[in-house]
């Protein structure tokens, strides 16, 4: 009964691209345990070191004034929304200047609900070719068509608009901001005039550029003063804020529409209102002081060749990168390899992922040993 399953999962096995769970003893700021080795941690979202930091956590619990529960126990639509819900979702209007905001249970909760609910049928969705599966999953629930233009390529994105873009009702432009695997930014300047011109709603994907970008770390749209131009921006509190969930923000129609229609918002358990209360805390209290550590990271980041905090190092075949990886792990470095179908074939890379805690002196024996790699795959 279990025979084709175990064929896959054999030929997964034979081309380096098998996937197992990683077992890890503790996380401790900017290092992982495993088998009582202690390694850089190069794989992480938590970008400000929020995430698993006792002092921090403390002096959350310490400060609140209230007994939050570990369960809500019903979906958002139910019994599932105590005050603390629509506090965390009107700060999160006030800081974008939104009309309205909803809360979703993580990202991929986010992009799924969002582009499968929208797009009806006689409407379409343009999207960048690299953006997330969670878009891509969300569109193909959606009864809509959609298009996928060449990476972060607007040309190839206005061509697409000039041929399809009057044969459907409404159309969405959707991308990421700092795109989660190349680590790149869009160009959301030319993005808003492309929207404008030919009649769209734009959606842009803050998850990695959220609590990282801009004065106040609303993101890439804050940095380029653009919010107010674009229709939807999501985000996620379960990266740099160090918590979890995720949110979209815009206009009030667009709001109350998901309410109504996106299925991963409707049929989900609210998340537990430890976490609702943690990302405002956090939000409120953390986030404003981050400011300057911010900018050294991506500095860093920029010193190491890319745009943000998240370095690509395209490795090639899965066999090289396993290997590097390995490589890594004995030197003291934790990094996976990234692998299709979460990137394109014959592109497995490292995806070194920064944090305000890493320094360049934390990395350069890394450097090192990965610069062979690099030479061999070019």
């Not at 229709?231 to 979209?248: E, H, N, R, V, Y």
């Amino acid at each position: 009964m279990y025979e084709n399953f175990k064929n896959i999962i054999d030929t997964l096995n034979s081309n380096s691209h098998f996937r197992t769970i990683k077992d890890f003893e503790k996380k401790d700021k900017k290092y992982i345990y495993i088998d009582r080795k202690k390694l850089l941690n190069l794989s992480s979202n938590n970008y400000l070191g929020l995430a698993d930091n006792q002092s921090i956590t403390k002096k959350f619990l310490d400060s609140t004034r209230e007994t939050y529960s570990f369960g809500s126990a019903s979906a958002r639509l139910l019994t599932g929304t105590l005050p603390v819900y629509k506090e965390l979702e009107e700060l999160i209007s006030y800081l974008f200047n939104k009309e309205k905001t909803l809360i979703f249970n993580s990202g991929y909760h986010a992009n799924v609900g969002i582009n499968s609910s929208l797009a009806s049928k006689g409407d379409v969705i343009f999207s960048d070719k690299l953006n997330h599966a969670s878009i891509i999953d969300g569109m193909k629930l959606s009864q809509g068509k959609f298009f996928r233009y060449q990476h972060n390529d607007m040309e190839s994105l206005e061509r697409l608009l000039k041929r399809e873009r009057d044969n459907f009702k409404t159309a969405f432009i959707v991308s990421e901001s700092v795109f989660s695997m190349d680590g790149d930014i869009a160009d959301i300047e030319k993005l808003v005039e492309l929207k404008e011109k030919y009649n769209c709603m734009l959606i842009l994907d803050e998850a990695h550029a959220f609590g990282v970008f801009g004065a106040k770390g609303l993101g890439v749209c804050e940095k380029l003063n653009l919010m107010d131009k674009v229709d939807l921006i999501i985000g996620t509190f379960g990266k740099a804020i160090g918590s979890m969930g995720a949110f979209a923000t815009g206009n009030k129609i667009l709001i109350d529409y998901l309410i109504n229609k996106a299925r991963s918002f409707i049929f989900s358990t609210a998340l537990p209102p430890i976490n609702i209360a943690f990302s405002k805390w956090i939000i409120e209290n953390e986030l404003p002081k981050t400011y300057e550590k911010r900018r050294k990271m991506l500095e860093l980041g920029q010193k190491l060749g890319n745009q943000s905090h998240i370095i690509p190092v395209i490795i090639g075949t899965n066999k090289d990168t396993v290997d590097l990886c390995n490589i890594l792990f004995h030197n003291g470095y934790f990094t996976l390899p990234i692998r299709p179908p979460t990137v394109p074939e014959g592109t497995s890379r490292l995806r070194l992922s920064l944090t305000t805690e890493i320094e360049f002196e934390d990395i350069e024996k890394l450097v090192e040993i990965i610069n062979p790699y690099i030479n061999k795959s070019n």
